[in-house]
């Protein structure tokens, strides 16, 4: 097990994500035991994009179904296509040919939904089920169900069996109590705002072309912003936004441009509330003076 921990930390480094090893022991056990996995933090610390990370370095597909308040079966796993359907009656009565019930539903006419087109592939793609929380308990019911044997019955068409047992990564902000039985049924990771060695990681990952200089005091900066008492704090992507936005204004050394640091915090504070309360604060004696 321990030989396979190292090679997905080099794989999802080069895909462009920054992890460790407690994160990759996971995603190795996830794969050889065939459990979903969990992961669960705060909006903004890189949860989904494991996910895409993990299909990236296994070279597979990945399959997102995004939750929402009132998602149900329809929408999560297939739906028939009635228009094509309607159009095929209208046909078949202008040719004057016979219709069986059965003709309209056939396959073809059959829109695959993320969590059916999971389970038809040759390839096991990584199904990413998004911010489980947003959806209610009974779709979470509904979800153990079809994660327990990788089936989905169709009435018209029987039941259809998994050609691959997709790799599962559900996300999780917090914002409601998931059930006991899901998470019994999962691994589970939980992904905290990075430390300051792990922001700048990724910083240097995502923008190797910067001065490493500039990047630490990015880094210096945001973490105290997230220390402060403000009702978002800002996630890694939105670092990785101001990190871009300063390079476009030229930006070598913040304590040097205070002006270009304060007009452009609307890349890391995204509510009016908290750009007043950072903007009303001495900018300056938080600014790192150096690396």
Known sequence: MQEKIAPLVTSLRNCGYVTDDELATTLV???????????????GVGKTAIAAALACARDTQLIRLQCYEGIDASSAVYEWNYTQQ?????????????????????????????????IMQEKAPVLLIDEVDRADEAFEAFL????????????????????????????????????????????????????????LAILSAHLPDVDLKLLMQISRF??????????????????????RALCGFDV????????????????????????????????????????
């Open 222 to 243: 945001v973490q105290t912003i997230r220390g402060m008492d403000i009702r978002k704090r800002p996630g890694v992507a939105e670092t990785i936004d101001w990190a």
């Open 252 to 291: 070598n050394i913040l304590v040097d441009n205070p002006e270009v640091v304060r007009t452009t915090l609307s890349c890391l504070l995204k509510t009016t509330e908290d750009q007043q309360f950072v903007s009303g604060q001495d900018i300056e004696a938080f600014m790192p003076k150096s690396a």
């Open 144 to 199: 153990l169900e079809v994660l327990s044997d990788f089936t989905v019955t169709i009435p018209e068409l029987g039941t259809i069996r998994a050609r691959s047992i997709p790799f599962v990564v559900l996300t999780s902000n917090g914002t409601r109590e998931l059930s006991d039985a899901l998470r019994r049924r999962c691994l589970f990771h939980y992904v905290p705002f990075p430390s300051f060695e792990k922001e």
């Open 29 to 43: 056990l996830m794969e050889e035991l065939g459990r979903p996995v969990l992961i669960e933090g705060e909006a």
């Open 86 to 118: 309607l159009l095929w009656i209208k046909l078949c009565e202008q040719r004057d040919e016979s219709l069986q019930e059965s003709d309209i539903y056939e396959k073809r006419f059959l829109l695959e939904r993320p969590l059916l087109k999971s």
